[in-house]
């Protein structure tokens, strides 16, 4: 079965203390993983893909295939980062994907 | 970035009646649009994958006679909530991939609609 797990619903840190949110996902293929983040009152939005091996706004994932973990982290914690993160699963490949959600990560950033 | 826009962004609707839910992609084109469910606290679930020009595609356990789509246009997708009863309360959103020019692993979200049956 196709499922992305997220074990914590929150997470409180202090500014300027690291930060990793956990993902894993259980897919039997080469599934594409990505983090969506909802601020506050905004849509959601795509923060990161693991194909593109980048870091935005100092997050950085990667997939650890062995362990089926796509974990975020960024070193130091700002608070605008305080939102709602999902980790989310592609299964297949194409423009017609569809994306398979965890449960979410509210991230608490305090001064 | 592109732009997915739903209305309305809030509906209540008494018990019985029908309520249609817009998503429309305002600057691409969109071959397949994604409908969600999302209850409080919790994730998103995939409803259904909605192509245009064909019938939509529904996740096992939702009902296509209850939750309508049609998807007429490569900009807009319609959910049509049938008969709507108090447990259909929910939020809903959309989202959109690009069918050309952009990443094609990137799916673009709309607001939302709160829909409210009572």
């Known amino acids: 079965a196709q499922r992305v797990t997220q074990p914590e619903k929150l997470l409180s840190v202090f500014k300027g203390a690291p930060v990793e949110l956990k993902c894993n996902y259980s897919y039997s293929g080469s599934p594409e993983l990505f983090w969506y983040v909802q601020y506050s009152r905004q849509r959601l939005q795509l923060l990161l893909r693991h194909i593109s091996r980048e870091s935005i706004k100092g997050f950085t994932a990667d997939l650890n295939k062995g362990e089926t973990s796509f974990h975020l982290k960024k070193p130091f914690a700002q608070e605008e980062d305080s939102a709602m993160y999902y980790c989310a699963l592609s299964p297949y490949g194409g423009a017609t994907n569809k994306l398979i959600f965890g449960t979410g990560t509210l991230l608490a950033v305090q001064p | 970035g592109a732009v997915v826009s739903q209305h309305p962004s809030r509906v209540i609707c008494k018990s019985g009646t029908s309520v249609k839910i817009e998503c429309r992609s305002l600057d691409f084109q969109a071959t397949t649009m994604f409908w969600y469910r999302q209850f409080p606290k919790q994730s998103l679930m995939l409803m259904a994958t909605?192509?245009?020009?064909?019938?939509?595609?529904?996740e096992q356990g939702v009902e296509k006679d209850k939750f309508l789509i049609n998807h007429a246009s490569l900009t807009l997708s319609t959910l049509t909530v049938t008969s709507a009863h108090p447990e259909d309360s929910s939020f809903y959103i959309c989202?959109?991939?690009?069918?050309?020019?952009?990443?094609?692993?990137?799916?673009?979200f709309g607001q939302g609609t709160r829909l409210t049956v009572v």
């Open positions: 909605s192509n245009e020009g064909s019938k939509a595609t529904y």
């Open positions: 989202s959109a991939r690009p069918s050309r020019g952009h990443t094609n692993t990137e799916a673009f």
